[in-house]
């Protein structure tokens, strides 16, 4: 609720610098304190990504952690579990309409989704859905080079 | 546990600290020197300037660089997130002890201040794992000096400004009754039920007074031999009592941190036999970020206030 709070009405102190990171690291104090699947979930998903090749872990501009194929952000996991990818407007609608993923929190109509990490058993469609954003990533990008 | 994970956690810990007792050391320095060397007016004002660009707290940034500093020292223990929690809570204990029993500060300020330097510590942290992961840790590293100027930087934009909190009371009692118990009052023999009290913070336990005449002197005493020493300005029977304070305790939690200035009682007859009993503190607060503090001692403030008024109201209405 306070994380709905803040990002759907407070939007605007995201601008100030490391004030996010503030506030994700109050996130994460909360849900290390009070929800434990939750956090070995975000931890189990954290490492499993950055198993893969060229996947870069950064402090993400709204906080959390940002993942980057080179300068192209793939998604980003914040401080209570939520992680939001960009897919394409395409997918998204093709991953909401199938249930797997939600509109996006703050953009929903965007080609951005967001998916709750709530417990270990959530990590494969994760998985799935980052491997989604990654293969759309790389590939949109491929694309533009050669254009 | 190996000695070389035990030396990098220890490590951590240290730097952490060292990087914390260095900036504020750095800090004092920093604005001690200047305000005692006459700089040309130019100067002057590209230093104001400066510090009107940077404005971070520095109660934000020092346990940031601390937690940073930590986690470049446990970047390569794979350390998961409770593994990081838990040695942040160990590292950042260290300076409030520290500042307990080398500086002598006062635990209820330290206490105040924890939160702040926890909170936006573990922030430090888990930027800095993310920072240090990478082959450029060591460029990463430069986010430190900055931090460091950004710190520095606002501990010019102090401007010192008079707040003043203000407490009401219904007492069941004419203003007559209730001014009786105004100016000095016998001690108040309760427990005080404010949870700072029962960590150490004094609590009022009475008031004397010369008579009721602008100068007389007035002591507020408080637990633990605290008096302050106050000095009665405005009087109007049964209506105001201003004081000035003339002397306050020199108590860590006081000291360079708080200086009141006044306080006031004020009486209102409701035609109802009733009286509205209001308190009055004037201060000024020498801590940043100002907006945190200020919460502190506006709730201390109130619960000294209060705790006042009640016996005040107790002793009137018993009277009746």
């Known amino acids: 609720m306070i994380f709905k709070f803040v ?12 004030l996010p990171q503030l506030f994700d ?35 993400h501009r709204f906080g959390g952690i940002g993942f980057f194929v080179g300068t192209t952000e793939i998604g980003h996991l914040h401080g209570n579990g939520l992680l939001d990818l960009f897919v394409g ?15 996006h929190h703050v953009f929903p109509e965007s080609g951005w989704i967001s998916f709750w990490l709530e417990s270990p058993a959530d990590i494969g469609q994760a998985l799935a859905l980052f491997e989604t954003a990654r293969m759309y990533r790389t590939t949109s990008q491929l694309i533009s080079r050669v254009r | 546990m190996t000695g070389g994970r035990w030396l990098h956690i220890i490590l951590g810990l240290v730097a952490a600290n060292v990087v914390g007792v260095a900036f504020c050391f750095a800090f004092v320095l920093l604005f001690r020197v200047p305000d005692q060397v006459d700089l040309p007016s130019r100067a002057q004002q590209w230093f104001y300037g400066f510090a009107i660009m940077a404005i971070w707290p520095s ?28 040695w942040w809570i160990v590292t950042s204990l260290i300076s409030p002890f520290g500042a307990y029993f ?12 924890f939160p702040i330097l926890f909170v936006c510590g573990f922030a430090g942290v888990l930027v800095g794992r993310l920072l240090f992961k990478s082959k450029t840790a060591a460029i990463n590293l430069s986010v430190i000096p900055v931090l460091l100027i950004a710190t520095l930087a606002e501990g010019k934009m102090r401007q010192d400004q008079r707040h003043v909190v203000e407490d009401r009371i219904l007492i069941k009692a004419p203003a007559a009754d209730v001014w009786n118990y105004v100016v000095s009052f016998p001690s108040i023999h309760t427990a005080p039920n404010y949870w700072l009290n029962a960590v150490g913070l004094p609590s009022p336990l009475g008031t004397t ?64 036999g009733t009286t509205t009993l209001i308190g009055r503190s004037w201060y000024t607060l020498h801590m940043r970020p100002l907006w945190y503090f200020d919460w502190w001692t506006r709730d201390v403030t109130s619960h000294v206030h209060l705790r006042v008024m009640e016996h005040i109201k107790a002793l009137s209405e018993r009277k009746r």
């Open chain 2, 102 to 113: 080398a500086f002598k500060e006062g635990a209820v300020c330290l206490l105040i201040g």
């Open chain 1, 7 to 18: 990002v759907k009405k407070l939007r605007w102190l995201a601008r100030i610098p490391v």
């Open chain 1, 25 to 59: 690291a109050g996130l994460v104090i909360a849900t290390m304190l009070f929800d434990r699947p939750r956090l070995r979930a975000m931890e189990m998903f954290e490492n499993a990504v950055c198993r893969k090749d060229a996947i870069q872990r950064r402090p």
């Open chain 2, 209 to 272: 007074c010369q008579g009721a005449f602008v100068g007389a002197a007035r002591e507020c005493i408080f637990s633990d031999g605290l008096v302050f020493k106050e000095r009665v300005s405005q009087i109007s029977p049964a209506r105001l009592l201003t004081f000035e304070i003339v002397e306050q305790p020199s108590n860590p939690e006081l000291l360079g941190h708080l200086t009141l200035h006044r306080g006031q009682f004020q009486l209102i007859e409701n035609n109802d």
């Open chain 1, 89 to 103: 407007k395409s997918f998204r609608t093709d991953q909401v309409r199938r249930g797997r993923a939600l509109p």
């Open chain 2, 59 to 86: 109660l934000v940034l020092i346990p940031m660089a601390m937690g940073t500093a930590a986690a470049y020292f446990w970047r390569s223990l794979s350390f998961s997130l409770w593994e990081y929690f838990l």
